[in-house]
């Protein structure tokens, strides 16, 4: 089906002429301006549109009650959602030569500020850069992990409204205080994802060497996202690199080919067993990736492994806090602290005209790998349009074919029969900067 889809995709887009488009550093998106007076101030917007058929559990201890896949986040009260989903201001200017500042403020629904009631507005990036020694430079505060691209790139650079699954799963962190062993709590998470950031230090730089450009990050942070209380007992290591070809240009307008590979280790404690109790356990999150940019194409792979820490979702695919028909289980969040996954995903994109781009991305997931029974493949097959008729508006239109499915399993068991139920997805998003 995939390659029927892309034989498709390449034929249509071969009919139009070729337009250029831009690769650039991530690590140095912000912070890191020369010269700078006075405060400067930007904001974005954006409002989605998703919605799938609503299917519900077709079999189980919730039959006819709604499957969580199939409704939309963040409140997953519904198959159909429109949602004011980010609404952001941030600051950056200079506290003296050199030292740079950035604070960055989220509202709207999402899974940060939806969290608490009593924090609508939230700050998600709150950091200070010295940048006196340019292949050296020094952050420090609350800031992005120096990971794969998916988590990198600002919103405004992504053509896709969902991210593919591994990222989603293995990499966009959601802390939880119990492993979901109860039966009569739904376990939800303890504090807000972690959108891929940390509170801690970064040592990073670039530097170039004839037509190659190569950058470096090394941090320690907290392990703990967004929030200000640790309950880890050791702090998170990172590392970064990646190494870009370049074929013209510098800066926002460089076109290249380049490869990276990161890695995150830190530890996790959480209440696990019948008796619930507190262990510390190895979280590692690892990946190596390309990108290509040039003229008409832009191509993007990663392949990323997870050890450690694994969410696996509810009971049978419920609702959390949703009761069973015979009212005896609370479906609840499950993590497995010492299981495994690995996952991949290639994106295609090229740009159709000035204002429209054509795009298509296959992800693919193995989650929880160490035991056969525990293990859970997802595909899922985006074809999108990015529509940009100016560069502060975009319109992104994603339609997602998803599948499911438990190999090791005969396919009448009951979780096959239950992923049964997943449908596609449809994901509309409007975007503006300001």
Do not use: C
Not at 10 to 18: E, K, M, N, V, Y
Not at 104 to 114: A, I, S, W
Not at 351 to 356: E, G, I, M, N
């Amino acid at each position: 089906m995939l390659t029927r889809q892309l034989s498709i995709l390449i034929i249509i887009i071969s009919l139009f002429t070729t337009f250029p488009v831009f690769a650039v550093n991530w690590l140095m998106v912000q912070g890191t301006e020369k010269k700078m007076k006075g405060v400067k101030a930007s904001g974005l917007m954006t409002i989605d549109y998703q919605r799938t058929k609503g299917s519900p559990l077709p079999v189980g201890l919730f039959k006819t009650q709604p499957a969580i896949f199939n409704q939309i986040s963040p409140d997953l009260e519904d198959n159909e959602s429109i949602t004011a989903r980010r609404l952001q201001l941030n600051f950056r200017g200079w506290l003296m030569p050199k030292t740079n500042f950035f604070i960055n403020f989220l509202g709207g629904e999402n899974g940060v500020t939806d969290f608490d009631e009593g924090q609508r507005i939230r700050p998600i990036d709150a950091s200070i850069t010295f940048n006196h020694f340019p292949k050296a430079r020094l952050r420090a505060g609350m800031f992005k992990q120096p990971i794969g691209e998916e988590g990198l790139k600002p919103i405004f650079r992504r053509h896709y409204v969902n991210f593919s699954d591994a990222t989603k799963q293995l990499v966009l962190e959601r802390f939880f205080e119990q492993d979901g062993t109860p039966k009569h709590i739904p376990n939800h998470s303890a504090v807000p994802v972690s959108l891929f950031r940390d509170i801690g230090l970064q040592l990073f730089g670039h530097f170039r060497k004839h037509q190659w450009e190569h950058a470096y990050a090394v941090m320690v942070g907290q392990g703990y996202g967004l929030t200000l209380n640790d309950h880890n007992d050791e702090l998170d290591g990172y590392i970064y690199w990646s190494s870009e070809k370049v074929f013209s240009g510098k800066g926002p307008k460089q076109q290249g080919f380049k490869f990276f590979g990161w890695y995150q280790q830190g530890k996790r404690n959480i209440k696990v067993g019948q008796q619930q109790q507190l262990g510390s356990f190895d979280r590692k999150r690892y990946g190596i990736g390309t990108s290509y940019l040039k003229q008409k194409w832009r191509l993007n792979a990663e392949y990323i492994w997870a050890d450690g820490m694994i969410n696996i979702g509810t009971d049978q695919s419920a609702l959390s806090d949703a009761w069973s028909n015979n009212h005896k289980i609370m479906a609840s969040f499950h993590t497995f602290p010492e299981e495994k996954a690995h996952g991949w995903h290639i994106d295609l994109g090229y740009q159709l005209y000035p204002f429209l781009s054509a795009n298509i991305r296959y992800d693919y997931l193995d989650r929880a790998t160490v035991e056969a029974k525990n293990t859970r493949t997802f595909e899922t097959t985006t074809l999108g349009l990015t529509y940009q008729p100016n560069k502060m508006t975009r319109l992104l239109i994603n339609y997602e074919f998803r599948k499911r499915h438990a190999d090791y399993l005969p396919e009448s068991h009951l979780v096959n029969q239950i992923l049964t139920a997943l449908d596609d997805r449809i994901a509309i998003q409007f975007e503006r900067r300001y």
